[in-house]
């Protein structure tokens, strides 16, 4: 590694965005995990609810750069599909 001020400030700047990423990716999965989880014991008011928590942490998790559009975007629909098919 290099040893000059830019560079080390360069690398800490990323290990920070590193940490901070992959707490978000955590949560992410964490927020679709409990979307399925009461889509698995059917219930719909619980799904409905935590549906729209993971649908916008998954949108907001494509504003920061953190997941591709069209991968948030198929995750939600998946979802939504799911869930509307339990509904009824």
Do not use: F, W
């Not at 059917?42 to 920061?64: G, H, I, M, Q």
């Amino acid at each position: 590694m290099a040893q000059h001020a830019s560079a080390l400030k360069r690398h800490r700047q990323s290990e920070k965005r590193r940490e901070r990423n992959k707490a978000l990716k955590t949560r992410l999965r964490h927020l679709v995990r409990v979307v399925r989880e009461s889509l698995d014991s059917k219930d719909a008011a619980a799904a409905t609810a935590s549906l729209a928590t993971a649908t916008r942490a998954l949108r907001k998790a494509v504003t920061k750069g953190l997941i591709h559009r069209n991968a948030a975007s198929r995750k939600v629909s998946r979802l939504t599909k799911a869930v509307h098919a339990l509904r009824g």
